[in-house]
């Protein structure tokens, strides 16, 4: 299948492979996919106290597309506001990147993986601060 | 020196056409252009003459008696087709069940499938984890109403060879026709429906560096002489087995492949493996490298390995420049894993992991040294990308994690 150019600009210059500190409070971490299924997306961010997104990265073991859209989410995240950061879609993704319809679930994996890592984050704070009150 | 790119390595999916073959053919596109079927004129005899020549050729290949016994087609889909389907209908009086394999082209497997719609019944052997069939397993399967084995000669994505000579011994003493798909392995590995004890045998010319939209069927005209139903009516060509006007520079150039498949496998066959070893030596220097397939019982050209927690397709698109094919689901149509590595019980982290190299006749040393340097640089970097790689040297058991299946 031939791949939009988004797609293989992403691919071959992937932004923010990496790994942050997943037992740090401030960083949300989102695991998703199974090997078995052929994708799987690691996404991590790192929340400042204004509840900015100063940093994310991910790491994907998928096809191209996955990558692309992994690698994609983490360009949009920086700099959002965790808030804004929640209202990004699949739909979005899959847009900016030509995905062909096969492809889509690249994309969903993707919005999963947003949503996981900010779920992760949101539950490390609740627990912060229950401590705190404690 | 560097190669030309790209580089061509999946020979398993179709050859190019050697230059031989097409200096054979181009006399019969618009000289000796005549219908092999017209009876009372020269162009006609001329045509008929070259589709004989050609037919003693494809016989002489698989070591059948006479080139009666060779009935040309379009393909080897439509032979297996007309095999399996026809065998079917011509002896579905005597009995109702076929035995196959679950490996099998899905050629041979959707025949099958339709039969069993039509109230046949299919038993699919299963293989064992080199993907191999078991002549034990077939002659267990055997009942008073079998008909028809159908065993393919050598897998075409993991290339293992198939026990053949043992599956016909066994069929042949229990008065049972068989059938071979030998699409890939003819020409490259030993195939001789004689001593084989093969009844039908499907062949196509386009993977033997032949011209694409040609086939045939070997069907044996004695001990047993084996019948069949046309599944194509009409003119009666091929006598009656399948009608249609010949394919005159197709067949020209099928016998042609025959001939040179003929002289040059054997010592073709010795090049190519030394290349394939080459190659599977530098791959297997990576750390978490499997091979698919049989170690030794597999065609000479044939590479099948799984690159632990790097994604077919992704290794495919970082190394573009090299045409090879993988068990990925994302490079099917339908999304899933290779069937062929499912039945051979291989995890489908694995298959989807996996990478088939073919080599040919035209697969160079510069070529193959290349290409398992670019492989292994990729293997490197996409593994640096992989959250399950990380996983893994930090010694986390993947098994052990509860994966959301999606």
Redesign the interface.
Known sequence: MA?SEKV?EH?EN?KN?G?LDKDADDVGTG????????????LQIKVSDEGVIEDAKF??????S??ASSSLATEWLKGKRVDEAETIKNSMIAEELNLPP?KI?CS??AE?AIKSAIADFKQKQAAKRALQGG | MAPTLPIYMDYHATTPLDRRVLDAMLPYFCETFGNAASRSHVFGWRAEEAVEVARERVARLIGADSSKEIAFTSGATESDNLAIKGVAEFYKDKGDHIITSAIEHKAVLDSCKRLEKQGFKVTYLGVDKQGMVSPDDVARAITDKTILVSIMLANNEVGTVQPIAEIGAVTRKRGVLLHCDAVQGVGKVPFDVAKMHVDLASISAHKMYGPKGVGALYVRRSKPRVRLVAQMDGGGHERGMRSGTLNVPGIVGFGRAAELATSEGEAEAMRLTTLRERLAKKLFQIEAVTLNGHPTARLPGNLNVAFS??????MM?AIRDVAVSSG???TS?S?E?SYVLRAMGV???FA?SSIRFGLGRFTTEEEVDYVGQLVTDKVHALR???????MAQAGID?KSIE????
């Open positions: 791949y293989i691919y992937p492979v790994t695991l998703v996919g199974a090997p078995a299924c052929g994708d799987v997306m690691r790491k994907t073991f998928g096809c191209g996955a990558i096969v679930h969903v994996l999963d | 927690y790097v994604e077919g397709e992704a698109m990925s689901a994302c149509a999304l894993p995890d489908e982290e989807h640096e990308m992989s959250p399950l790689w990380e993947l994966w959301a299946a999606h």
